[in-house]
């Protein structure tokens, strides 16, 4: 966990070296975004409508996802990232966060070709994870900027969070005293979602982590729970997000669940191939 005032915009911060369980693996949206330092060869993603994958040498930066992403892992593969709050890359990026939205860029289009090879290369000569971790997170609080709505943005997330999505986004302007106008316009800027689009996202996840793979599952009890107004809004939904119908959802995690079981990453990555 990282220290004040970080832990109000990052979740956690993060290692990666080894070979990945699969070459490439999907990621259906969550309400995260993601910074990654690339100290390997380049991987390459596939973001939102994409139809070709584009490589990644330095890092790249993902805000908020409305539509899957695809990762090609090189073997063996070495960064370090971030997982950040939807609201939390506001105060790193110099443009609207909606300007990337369901669209990666690179970590230098974001602090310039000189920043980025200064930090890979303190990253690569660290003496090990634990101080690796250190200097990224002393590089972020380096950068930390004042950013204006943060602290709407921040309450209004935490209580969409707090309710897994389903709190009237009327409601949330109203206890706010802003306009709809202003409230979604701050989204868009620090998310890169509006508040309906975010809602959304977290109840799709507090479905997805509701499932058991392993166990047979109610879909009528679990889109019920979840928010959704029936089984076949909760199935739209599903496949809006993943483009898999969630019977198919679940048959590749047991997949995953066969081939490695246990392992760090199962719970959110699919295989993709």
Sequence with gaps: MPRPPLD?????????????????????????????????????????TDVETTGYADGCVITTPTRAFEFGYPRPTRSVGVHVKPWGLAPFLPMPAAELRDRPVTLEQVWGRPAVADLRDRLATADGPHEML??????????????????LVR??????????????????????????????????????????????????????????????????ELASDAGYFDQAHFGHEFRAFTGLTPTRYVEVRRRFLREHPGHVIDGWSLPAD
Excluded: C
């Design 134 to 151: 250190t200097l990224l997170e002393e590089e972020l609080r380096r950068r930390l900027s004042d950013t204006t709505g943060l602290g």
């Design 8 to 48: 109000e915009l990052i979740d956690d911060l993060y290692y990666l070296e080894g070979t990945p369980p699969y070459p490439r693996l999907t990621l259906p949206p969550m309400p995260a975004a993601l910074l990654i330092v690339n100290l390997g060869a380049p991987f390459r993603v596939r973001g939102g």
């Design 155 to 220: 309450h209004t997330s935490g209580v969409i969070a707090a309710t897994s999505g389903a709190v009237p986004i009327g409601n949330l302007r109203t206890a706010a005293g802003v306009s709809s106008t202003h409230l979604t316009q701050r989204f868009k800027e620090l998310v890169g979602v509006t508040p309906k689009r975010l809602a959304r996202t977290y109840r799709f996840a507090a479905a997805v982590f509701a499932i058991d793979p392993a166990r047979p599952v109610d879909w009528g």
